[in-house]
Structure formats: structure tokens, C-alpha cells
């Protein structure tokens, strides 16, 4: 199945690499069983140790499942795979100025998305975003209305129609409960603006009208950008500021 990468610096690495391009050209299919690692130190022509150091690397990309007993298998790749992937080293570069980098990201990218959802969704998605705005008018948990917030912002990418949008947001959004909750903290009537926006973009869906749920969408956004800049600036003060409208 593999050749000889011969007696170099860095075998492991290129072991790694060439199962996982034959895993990426879909080679080795998901759920496939690797040679045991015996049979991988013969084809590579490389020691036990370069093997399982490469099957370490692979296996912490989520590319390998390494099950005691049974053997090596391609791992079955999902959505949740790349997100948590993005999200986590997202997470991990974070700073002071994480929150409006977010928000800018979102400027770019959100309101192309909504125009894309007002053309393309369905009835079903149409009724799911209807039933989160339903949903954050009832609920008072902070915690929970930064969930609900998040999650109406993925039924949108998901209504657009194209697989990919929620691939590029998720990442992105997955940063916004912790921001959202402080904002919540800090302004007042964050709650009751963020509902009349998401009504807002809901209706320009509803009427199938690109132009109004981009706009909706921006205006949102540039409300939010504002709440979160006031959030920062308050962060380490007790006293809430002034309504953003």
C-alpha cells in the first residue's frame, strides 16, 4: 500500500504525510483498517518508533482512530471536525482585542450570507428561526440568550442553502457567548435590541427580499460592533452604561 520513504530526518513526519494524503485522496475511504504497524515499519522501511510517531500525529489531527484490539482505522471526518479544529486555535490566539476582530469578521461575512438565506431557505428554516426569536423573548438567562443568539445566527447560514456557510461561521460565532454575555452585563436593553433586529432579518427572509435581510443584517451588526466597543471600554467598571439604541 506504501512505499519506502527511506532512511531520512524527519520519517515520521513523512509517514505521516503520506497516509494522510492517501486518507485526503480517499485512498484509505473512512472506516478503513490500516496495516498494523508492523506491516507499515515494512512498506515505509522505517523503525517501529518512526511509525507510532506518525500514527500519534494523525490520530490528533482526527485523521486515524487507534482502537486497543482492533486495529487502525480512517477516521469518519465531520463538520464538527473542521469547526472545532478553526474554533480551537481561534480561541487560543485570542487577546484584548479578540471581541471586535469577531465583530469585524462578521461584517464581512454575515450579511452576504442572510441575503444568500432570503433567496434559498425553506419553510422548515423559515419556522426555526421564527421559534429561536420565540424562544429569546421568553427566556431572562443570560447564559441561555447568548446560546439562543448563537444559535440563530447558524440557522441562518444553514438556510442559505450552501453546506459551506456554516463551516465558515460557526468557527467565528462559537467566540460570541462569552462576548455576548457581557454585553448583556454592561448595556442596558441589549436583549430587546438584539430581538428587534433578529425580527427584523426573520421578516426580510420571510419575503424572500436579499437586499432588505442584507441591510437588516448590517444594521445588527454596526448595533452590535457599538455595544461591544461600550462593552469594552466598561469591562472593569461597576456602573452599566448608557442604552445603545
Same mark, same amino acid.
Given at each position: 500500500?506504501?512505499?519506502?520513504?527511506?532512511?531520512?530526518?524527519?520519517?515520521?513526519?513523512?509517514?505521516?504525510?503520506?497516509?494522510?494524503?492517501?486518507?485526503?485522496?480517499?485512498?484509505?475511504?473512512?472506516?478503513?483498517?490500516?496495516?498494523?504497524?508492523?506491516?507499515?515499519?515494512?512498506?515505509?522501511?522505517?523503525?517501529?518508533?518512526?511509525?507510532?510517531?506518525?500514527?500519534?500525529?494523525?490520530?490528533?489531527?482526527?485523521?486515524?482512530?487507534?482502537?486497543?484490539?482492533?486495529?487502525?482505522?480512517?477516521?469518519?471526518?465531520?463538520?464538527?471536525?473542521?469547526?472545532?479544529?478553526?474554533?480551537?486555535?481561534?480561541?487560543?490566539?485570542?487577546?484584548?482585542?479578540?471581541?471586535?476582530?469577531?465583530?469585524?469578521?462578521?461584517?464581512?461575512?454575515?450579511?452576504?450570507?442572510?441575503?444568500?438565506? +432570503?433567496? @434559498?431557505?425553506? %419553510?422548515?428554516? !423559515?419556522?426555526?428561526?421564527?421559534?429561536?426569536?420565540?424562544? #429569546?423573548?421568553?427566556?431572562? =438567562?443570560?447564559?441561555?440568550?447568548?446560546?439562543?443568539?448563537?444559535?440563530?445566527?447558524?440557522?441562518?447560514?444553514?438556510?442559505?442553502?450552501?453546506?459551506?456557510?456554516?463551516?465558515?461561521?460557526?468557527?467565528?460565532?462559537?467566540?460570541?457567548?462569552?462576548?455576548?454575555?457581557?454585553?448583556?452585563?454592561?448595556?442596558?436593553?441589549?436583549?430587546?435590541?438584539?430581538?428587534?433586529?433578529?425580527?427584523?432579518?426573520?421578516?426580510?427572509?420571510?419575503?424572500?427580499?436579499?437586499?432588505? +435581510?442584507? @441591510?437588516?443584517? %448590517?444594521?445588527? !451588526?454596526?448595533?452590535?460592533?457599538?455595544?461591544?466597543?461600550? #462593552?469594552?471600554?466598561?469591562? =472593569?467598571?461597576?456602573?452599566?452604561?448608557?442604552?445603545?439604541?
Amino acid at each position: 500500500m506504501f512505499n519506502s520513504v527511506g532512511n531520512k530526518e524527519s520519517l515520521s513526519h513523512k509517514v505521516a504525510t503520506e497516509i494522510e494524503e492517501a486518507i485526503l485522496s480517499k485512498k484509505l475511504p473512512p472506516g478503513e483498517k490500516l496495516p498494523c504497524e508492523l506491516d507499515m515499519c515494512s512498506q515505509f522501511g522505517v523503525s517501529r518508533t518512526a511509525v507510532r510517531e506518525a500514527l500519534c500525529t494523525l490520530s490528533a489531527k482526527g485523521l486515524i482512530s487507534i482502537k486497543k484490539g482492533r486495529g487502525i482505522f480512517v477516521t469518519q471526518l465531520s463538520s464538527e471536525h473542521v469547526i472545532n479544529s478553526i474554533h480551537n486555535y481561534l480561541e487560543t490566539k485570542s487577546n484584548s482585542n479578540s471581541p471586535l476582530e469577531v465583530m469585524q469578521a462578521r461584517m464581512i461575512i454575515e450579511p452576504s450570507i442572510t441575503s444568500f438565506a +432570503a433567496l @434559498h431557505r425553506s %419553510e422548515e428554516a !423559515l419556522l426555526s428561526l421564527k421559534q429561536n426569536i420565540d424562544q #429569546m423573548r421568553k427566556n431572562n =438567562d443570560p447564559v441561555e440568550h447568548a446560546i439562543l443568539d448563537l444559535k440563530f445566527h447558524y440557522l441562518i447560514a444553514v438556510a442559505s442553502g450552501n453546506p459551506i456557510m456554516p463551516l465558515i461561521l460557526n468557527p467565528v460565532q462559537r467566540l460570541m457567548p462569552d462576548i455576548k454575555k457581557k454585553i448583556m452585563q454592561f448595556v442596558p436593553g441589549a436583549k430587546d435590541t438584539a430581538i428587534t433586529w433578529h425580527q427584523k432579518i426573520v421578516d426580510a427572509i420571510d419575503k424572500k427580499n436579499p437586499q432588505k +435581510a442584507y @441591510h437588516a443584517m %448590517e444594521c445588527h !451588526l454596526e448595533v452590535a460592533t457599538k455595544q461591544t466597543e461600550l #462593552m469594552l471600554l466598561t469591562f =472593569d467598571e461597576s456602573e452599566p452604561i448608557d442604552e445603545v439604541a
